[in-house]
């Protein structure tokens, strides 16, 4: 009697689940699903963390209107930043904080915390995660809005082949974000050298040093400055022409040390350098 009992209900329920149940998204149709249901479900209207978006590396964006108080308190940021803005990704750190660097010039918001991961999705190099303090929460949401969307510029030279990737940002102005991640002077040109593996990434930044009239910020390698990362990473700073020079040797240096695996480290967008 009992089972009949419970058949009868999991028949119905399992009736009214799938009158329910939408068809499946198209793989066309899936990153725009996910955006519109997420950004339903965590409108600020209804609470206080709204998804804003995705980008390159498995980067999300999102923003939480009013910081839980005891939460606020462990960050240690200052009190008026209720607002954070977050980016979060799985692959790359670079694109990100340049990226960043970009939306903090754009809007009226602060770095208020940036940390590198040991991720790449298994592969030599980090993930990152970045937040944004913001008094407003329009603020934070625009910043990251900014940021994201300036992640298919960063991402330009990029390389990357089986055998590891390749990595150079530039800017003619750097600001917060690089300031805070790599201790880039406000307002200066700035460059950035990543390799992997290290050893490639090492020959690379010498070639840059040698190449132009820069001065060398910092120094990362995989037991110095990275988590344990298999990169060889250095920032540096000088006028607008030395930096991209010392860029451009080096990424010449790179992409012909690193295509001797026997496949050439390629981009799938398009450079900015």
Same mark, same amino acid.
């Given at each position: ?79 008026? @930043? ?76 990029? @390389? ?58 910092? @120094? ?51 450079? @900015?350098?």
């Amino acid at each position: 009697m009992e089972q009949d009992v419970m058949k009868k209900v999991m028949d119905e329920v399992m009736k009214r689940l799938g009158e329910g149940a939408a068809p499946a998204a198209a793989p066309a149709q899936e990153s725009k699903a996910v955006e519109e249901s997420c950004g339903s479900f965590c409108s600020p209207s209804v609470g206080v963390t709204e998804f804003v978006g995705l980008a390159r590396g498995h980067t999300i964006g999102l923003v939480i209107a009013n910081v839980e108080s005891s939460l606020h308190e462990k960050l240690g940021i200052d009190p008026k @930043y209720r607002s954070i803005g977050i980016i979060s990704d799985r692959i790359g750190a670079g694109p990100q904080i340049m990226a960043a660097d970009e939306a903090v010039k754009a809007t009226n918001t602060e770095i208020v915390a940036l940390e590198l991961c040991r991720d790449t999705e298994g592969g030599a190099g980090h993930g990152c995660l970045i937040l944004f303090g913001a008094e407003d929460v329009s603020d934070a949401r625009r910043a990251v809005e900014v940021a994201l969307k300036d992640l298919d510029r960063t991402f330009g030279d990029v @390389y990357g082949c089986a055998a590891g990737h390749l990595e150079f940002q530039y800017t003619a102005r750097a600001s917060d974000a690089l300031n805070k991640a790599f201790g880039a002077p406000v307002g200066r040109a700035f460059g950035l050298i990543v390799g992997a593996p290290a050893g490639i990434g090492f020959v690379m930044s010498d070639t840059a040093l040698k190449a132009a009239e820069v001065e060398l910020l910092a @120094y990362s390698s995989p037991g110095q400055g990275t988590c344990w990362t298999n990169e060889c990473i250095i920032a540096f700073t000088g006028d607008s022409g030395a930096v991209r020079q010392a860029i451009i040797a080096a990424r010449e240096m790179g992409q012909k040390l690193l295509g001797v695996f026997g496949e050439a480290p390629a981009t799938d967008t398009t450079p @900015y350098i």
